[in-house]
């Protein structure tokens, strides 16, 4: 059972009136995640097909994601998971990916759905939102795909720190976009299917200017601009190493590590290497031995000239 439900007031630009068409190619906040990290930014709809399409987001700190959704009825009675989730493991996350697949949908469907963020609904200006599955066209292009990987100076080291790589071509076509595993940080999208902006007809991938955008752990790490190229691309994304977010029962922060002084080393000499007593290293003692042996000397003496002495000592 969902605790609560948020109709958010998702913001259209440029003057658009429906938000259906303009998700697949511009992003959507509705500001409300500045104060409830729950709730999802940068929402956009990319990869649409005749018969499936990707709902995407961000939140600001990891929580799970689904989408509640239905076809011509606003009583949405299915439920999609992320495609990294499956039902019984559901992880948090910062990025959010969920594709609807209905082999039956046609052009004049309307697809209603709320995003599923931890415990909120995410509704759309007091309602669904809404999508409507675009039309076939005639003569696909061939398959047209890009490689790439994602060179990182810090490691995601868990599931949460997934890349939710975005793309598209020359600026006007709706998006394309794939998740990352931080495991492998390899990626391939497909630009074969991609429609321009209006939906009439392909992109020109082949001789366009492709625009990719990382996004991670709250943050846009890196874009870059390329044609379409022949051997894998890569795209730096750079960044202070990430925290351990504490919401994610599974992980472990690590105790911050301590400094202490080093001590100083103790020197021990190398027997081996001590240098050779020199000749002046003795004379310095032969005061003291010219001292010793005339003490002696006059002992000797005094007990020579004392008969007593021989005498008490059986001396003759």
Not at 37 to 62: D, G, H, V
Request: aromatic residues 10%; charged residues 15%.
């Amino acid at each position: 059972m969902l605790a609560s439900t948020i109709y958010c007031p998702v913001y259209l630009v440029y003057g658009q009136e429906s938000i259906s068409e303009s998700l697949l190619t511009e992003m959507y906040s509705t500001g409300e995640e500045e104060t409830n990290p729950n709730i999802p930014y940068n929402i956009f709809i990319s990869n649409p097909s005749t018969t499936s399409f990707t709902i995407n987001w961000l939140t600001k700190e990891p929580t799970t994601g689904s989408v509640i959704h239905a076809t011509n009825t606003e009583e949405l009675s299915k439920r999609s998971l992320d495609k990294r989730d499956s039902i019984g493991n559901e992880n948090s996350r910062y990025t959010h990916s969920v594709d609807i697949v209905d082999p039956t949908l046609s052009s004049t469907d309307i697809v209603y759905f709320k995003l599923v963020s931890n415990d909120y609904e995410i509704g759309n200006n007091g309602g669904n939102f809404t999508y409507s599955p675009i039309e076939p066209l005639d003569s696909p292009p061939s398959p047209i795909s890009q490689d790439g990987n994602i060179e990182v100076n810090f490691k995601p080291d868990i599931s949460s720190r997934d890349f939710l790589i975005v793309a598209n071509v020359d600026k006007s076509s709706v998006w394309v976009s794939t998740i990352v595993s931080h495991e492998s940080l390899n990626w391939n999208l497909p630009f074969g299917n991609a429609l321009t902006a209006d939906l009439s007809s392909y992109a020109s991938p082949s001789t366009d200017i492709l625009y990719f955008e990382v996004y991670g752990e709250n943050k846009a790490y890196g874009s870059l601009e390329t044609q379409l190229q022949d051997t894998p691309i890569t795209i730096t994304v750079e960044g202070e190493e990430m925290t351990t977010p504490t919401e994610l029962p599974t992980s472990t922060s690590s105790p911050p590590a301590t400094s202490s002084p080093t001590p100083s080393p103790t020197l021990i000499p190398n027997m081996e290497n001590l240098p050779t007593t020199g000749i002046k290293d003795y004379l310095r003692y032969l005061p003291g031995l010219l001292v010793l042996s005339l003490g002696i000397y006059f002992i000797y003496l005094i007990k020579e000239k004392n008969p007593e002495y021989h005498t008490n000592n059986n001396y003759k």
